[in-house]
């Protein structure tokens, strides 16, 4: 059953506001919409794109909620600066989102990890889990078992460091694997806009962020000491959180979903019938899933 977005009638549009901010001497996009009283959805994209995978949710969010959701350095409208001068790590993005909040006088906020979303989304949950208020994951990671056969020739890297397997990642940023990250699994291509593709791939190829991108997918390795930590917290501080998974996913496929139902008690847990960027083709679905959760779960927070 494909549920609907209901339009209210009349409504105006919701204003999405594109802005930077400054931060340890860079210039981090954000986007940002809806009441500044609202209950804050903090809004964490993957790779290889950029707040961008958010532009249609946002506004469908925004009337009730206060949204943001930020570039990290690298990637979307944000500085990128020379990776030979500058350290690209999930630390990094991590600290960087959390000095964007504390700039915005943000105190607590539930969050939408995605890819590598979810990482930096963790972090922010390892330092102060009390401000986290809900989670809303969509094919973000935090379990061994979500880490299969796209991840090996990674795992190479990883385990060696050498630029012969930096080298055979850099597939990895070309237009062919752009374009199949969008539309792999997917059942009408023809609801996935090619503009997403046109705009990641641009920005793909300026000078020197495949460097960028090989330095993230090294620093990727750090991930996986932390999800011991990050499932001992689900099971302490049991925040409510809503499962939206696109099931075909070889990047990051449904293994990765349901260790999940282990640790968190308060979850709701769909698989969409899609692939890696699930919002693209199914918000038709997803969308009332994620507005009924946060009106469930956080709707009456201030």
């Not at 847990?269 to 956080?298: C, N, Q, W, Y």
Request: hydrophobic share 40%; proline share 8%.
């Amino acid at each position: 059953m494909n549920a609907q977005v209901k339009p209210v009638a009349n409504a105006a549009p919701v204003v999405v506001h594109h802005r930077f901010a400054t931060i340890d001497g860079l210039k981090i996009f954000y986007r940002e919409a809806g009441p500044a009283d609202g209950p804050v959805v903090l809004l964490l994209h993957g790779f290889p794109t950029s707040s961008h995978m958010f532009r249609n949710l946002i506004p469908l969010l925004a009337d009730r909620y206060h949204v943001i959701a930020p570039d990290y350095p690298g990637y979307g409208q944000s500085d990128m600066p020379d990776p030979a001068k500058y350290a690209y790590t999930f630390d990094g993005f991590g600290d960087i989102v959390e000095k964007l909040l504390a700039q915005l006088s943000v105190t607590s906020f539930a969050m939408y990890v995605m890819d590598y979303g979810a990482p930096v989304g963790w972090r922010l949950f390892l330092k102060t889990p009390e401000r986290v208020t809900a989670l809303v994951i969509q094919n973000g990671n935090a379990y061994d078992e979500g880490l299969k056969t796209f991840w090996d020739p990674i795992k190479t890297y990883w385990n060696d460091g050498s630029k012969a397997s930096r080298d055979a990642l850099l597939g990895l940023v070309t237009l062919e694997t752009t374009i199949f990250q969008y539309t792999d699994g997917v059942d009408d291509k023809t609801r996935v806009s090619p503009d997403n593709w046109i705009h990641d791939q641009a920005l793909l190829d300026r000078p020197k962020n495949a460097d960028v991108q090989m330095d993230v997918m090294y620093d990727y390795r750090t991930n996986l000491p932390l999800y011991p930590a990050v499932q001992e917290l689900f099971r302490k501080h049991q925040p409510p959180t809503l499962i939206v998974w696109g099931e075909r996913d070889f990047i990051f496929p449904a293994d990765g979903a349901h260790p999940y139902k282990r640790d968190l008690k308060d979850l709701e847990f769909h698989l969409i019938p899609t692939g890696h960027f699930a919002l693209e083709d199914r918000a038709d679905e997803m969308v009332p899933l994620i507005r009924s959760f946060l009106d469930r779960k956080i709707g009456d927070a201030k």
